[in-house]
């Protein structure tokens, strides 16, 4: 007997013209991450302890790094502000990833295929990424987002940045990269949860281990590691490389110039890998036994 | 949405049809006599999983079933646990692909049309809750209205009727988190019947529930089949669910469909003996005393025995209790007499525990 197969999800015809279909389920996703947002604020107290503790995090972490620099005056030939401009940046698209793309954490959305949360996903007929991404809406992170923002106008400060037009056009691609380039990870991620939970850890490490990586000139690094981050996991594209762009500052590690510029690309090739996978996990999943 | 149950009911015969359906789940196991192994999956499980050599153990959780079921019944879904009831209704909602056979529901496959399948259907599964746990219930409604694109006349129209049958007024505005649990699976039932679903899947839907949530929660389900033709598909312990509800029963065990009936006839089958617990005056037949015959009655058995008292069990065809008493009374100093029906629970847990379908 042949194997049976999931149909492709998403990719049923919509029982409405195309446009209908898009303007609903946009509708859905703002519905969806307003009634997260609307369950977190319910707990008015702990929703501003939330977001009050995180940003205070943050600053403790800038603080220690400051610290450092006392002692220290730069790392790796960089000073305060110039690393704090990569923290920033890093920071602020990283955590806002965190927060749009929540419902996609690996260990949440792992937690939820264990437990059957994901079944009431799929008994609901709306396109699965929509509902996965209205599942859950950190909203709290913006304490974070809040915090990166703060560090990068710091930096902005401290450091005289020649900031051009090209420049100015380029952050904001910069910034999109990175999140797409996260976001990817945590697709991926989920989407290995429906064969294995065990990886999760090992996603993490690229995820949150990337992100720590890349809020530091990335040339202070051991070969290995930066080698690693560079050919089999390409984080060090995302931010180092364009920060060196912006910063005008040179680059110890021998790339080629055009390092510093295919970063959103890669972001971005990697992002639609990742909803690839995902689309391949859906069509496969199996559900749990009980 | 209505309209997907008259056309396509009428065009297959049957709204669910399922062929050959089966399930089988691969699993790891510890070998026992292989000592080592077991040594090392006990140890460092599970991230060593993906590498180590893995010992798999087919399990059969649905192994072969076929049924049809009509529009507008209401059929029980009965078995001990790990029988393959829930795996089976993972299949009928899409939430599982079996390993082989066809399952058509309303004239789809359910997993390969996830959306326009679960359009259709309603399901409540009882240990958990398919609304938004930090939300108001209403609000909950709310977004299912607009995924279901539920017409607005008809969602008002829907919500009335059920505040009405499951009263649900008293919480509407609580968040779920803060629901008791008869309350959240009124919460639950109203929300899988708000889109005017064509069929029903109940996984335990009265689990845990005091009576009278059970008899609110059975009333609802009778009333949307009468009312709305609603085909009803329940898997349940209770067999008082059974005997309000249902037209027809389902038994399997081991993967296997071994009952497909009226409840009657099952109970003619299988549960066709009648006791009669007699208390005597004195112990006849203990202490190497004699029986001398006078306990024996053609067509009855003794099938307990506890000093004084004898429990005889009988066919309704055969012995008529009235003769049996009559001629009890006649031969015995009798003290105490009480006829027991025989009861569907005890008729279906003899089902199970004797395996008297099997073979």
């Known amino acids: ?290 | 949405m209505t309209d997907h149950r008259d056309d396509d009911a009428g065009r297959e015969g049957a709204l669910i049809e399922v062929r050959e359906l089966a399930k089988h789940f691969s699993v790891r196991r510890r070998i026992d006599d292989d000592a080592d192994r077991s040594v090392d999956t006990v140890g460092r499980a599970p991230r060593r999983r993906l590498f180590s050599p893995r010992r798999r153990a087919t399990v059969r959780a649905v192994d072969g079933i076929s049924f049809r079921i009509a529009a507008g019944e209401v059929v029980g879904y009965l078995g001990p646990n790990g029988a393959g009831k829930s795996t089976t209704l993972k299949m009928l909602t899409g939430l599982l692909v079996p390993t082989s056979g066809d399952v058509t529901v309303a004239g789809r496959v359910p997993w390969r049309e996830r959306r326009r399948h679960v359009a259709t259907i309603g399901a409540v599964f009882g240990q958990r809750t398919s609304l938004w746990w930090d939300l108001p219930v209403i609000e909950s409604f709310d977004l299912l209205r607009y995924i279901y694109r539920i017409p607005p006349e008809r969602y008002r129209a829907n919500l009335n009727m059920f505040r009405d049958l499951l009263e649900l007024d008293a919480f509407l505005q609580t968040p779920v988190r803060s629901l008791s649990l008869g309350q959240r699976m009124r919460a639950d039932f109203a929300a899988a019947m708000l889109h005017d679903p064509a069929v029903l899947f109940l996984d335990e839907p009265t689990i845990g529930l005091d009576v009278v949530a059970k008899e609110r929660v059975r009333r609802f389900i009778r009333h949307v089949n009468a009312e709305r033709g609603t085909t009803v598909l329940l898997t349940t312990h209770d067999l008082a669910d059974v005997q309000r509800l249902c037209d027809r029963v389902l038994i399997i065990d081991g993967g296997r469909l071994l009952y497909d009936g009226d409840l009657p006839e099952l109970q003619r089958r299988f549960g066709g003996r009648r006791e009669l617990v007699v208390d005597l005056a004195e112990d006849i037949g203990a202490d190497g005393g004699v029986d001398d015959g006078r306990l024996a009655f053609p067509g009855a058995d003794i099938v307990a025995r506890d000093g004084p008292r004898i429990t005889y069990a009988f066919d309704r065809e055969g012995v008529s209790a009235a003769d049996l008493i009559a001629q009890l009374t006649r031969r015995l100093r009798v003290v105490d007499l009480a006829l027991k029906e025989p009861d569907i629970e005890a008729t279906v847990r003899r089902i199970y525990e004797e395996r008297l379908l099997d073979g």
Not at chain 1, 183 to 198: E, M, N, R
């Open chain 1, 1 to 290: 007997m042949a194997t049976q197969r999931r149909g492709a999800d998403d990719a049923a015809t919509p029982p409405v013209g195309a446009g209908e279909f898009v303007r609903h389920n946009a509708g859905l996703l703002v519905r969806l991450v307003h009634a997260q947002v609307r369950s977190q604020t319910q707990f008015r107290m702990s929703f501003t302890m939330d977001v009050v503790t995180s940003f205070l995090v943050f600053a403790f972490e800038f603080g220690a790094l400051a610290a450092l620099f006392v002692r220290f005056h730069t790392l790796g030939g960089w000073t305060l502000g110039q690393v704090a401009f990569m923290g920033g940046l890093t920071a602020m698209s990283f955590k806002t990833m965190d927060m749009l793309f929540s419902g996609f954490d690996p260990a949440d959305f792992g937690d939820g295929v264990r437990k059957g949360t994901f079944d009431a996903i799929l008994l609901r007929p709306a396109p699965l990424t929509i509902q996965v991404l209205g599942s859950r809406f950190v909203f709290h992170r913006l304490g974070a987002i809040a915090e990166g923002l703060a560090v990068f106008a710091l930096a902005n400060w401290l450091v005289d940045v020649r900031w051009t037009a090209a420049k100015l056009a380029f952050l904001p691609v910069v910034f999109i990269g990175q999140m797409a380039f996260f976001a990817a990870l945590f697709i991926a991620g989920s989407t290995v949860t429906f064969w294995t939970v065990d990886s999760i850890e090992a996603v993490n490490i690229l995820t949150y281990g990337g992100h720590e990586l890349n809020q530091y000139p990335a040339h202070i690094y051991p070969l290995p590691l930066r080698r690693f981050f560079t050919y089999v996991v390409p984080t060090l594209f995302l931010c180092y490389y364009p920060a060196l762009y912006l910063l005008d500052k040179p680059d110890p590690t021998g790339m080629p110039p055009w390092a510093r510029f295919v970063g959103p690309a890669i972001g971005l090739a990697c992002f639609a890998l990742a909803n690839a996978l995902w689309g391949v996990g859906i069509r496969h999943y199996r559900s749990t036994g009980t």
